[in-house]
């Protein structure tokens, strides 16, 4: 009886011992991770309140058409988030995005950096903003 168990464990570490491990040698490429560039509302009210130093800022309003009706910041388009990529904007200009609560500009920030807009900021939802709208 002893004998059994003492073959058993030996043919169980001879398994284990020769087995390899696979995974070791697979290599996964994970996506590189986008860094989004974030703007305060005090930042997006100077270039409001300063539009001549401010030319090549473009400002973003990523919710629905609706959402934008009820309310957005002054200067800003109305361009949403499923029709993001039909943007008629330099690359070069600096693109400031925003939603209602931050989680639709973080989604088009990436989707414009995607595109090669280099120059993206994002500066969450319009309930952050403490300032006054345009309906």
């Known amino acids: 009886m002893k004998k059994l168990a003492l073959i058993l464990l030996l043919v169980s570490l001879l398994i284990i011992g020769c087995s390899k491990d696979t995974k070791s040698n697979i290599k996964i490429h994970e996506p590189a991770k986008i860094e989004i560039n974030s703007i305060s509302v005090e930042e997006v009210k100077n270039i409001i309140d300063n539009p001549s130093d401010y030319t090549d800022v473009t400002i973003i309003d990523v919710r629905s058409i609706s959402e ?12 949403p988030l499923d029709i993001i990529e039909n943007i008629d904007v330099s690359k070069d200009n600096k693109i400031v995005v925003y939603c209602h609560s931050g989680r639709r500009s973080s989604q088009a920030a990436t989707k414009l950096i995607g595109l090669g807009y280099k120059n993206v900021f994002d500066m969450g939802g319009i309930i952050d903003w403490p300032y006054e709208t345009v309906k």
């Not at 934008?68 to 361009?79: P, Q, V």
């Open 68 to 79: 934008y009706e009820d309310g957005h910041i002054e200067r800003a388009i109305n361009l």
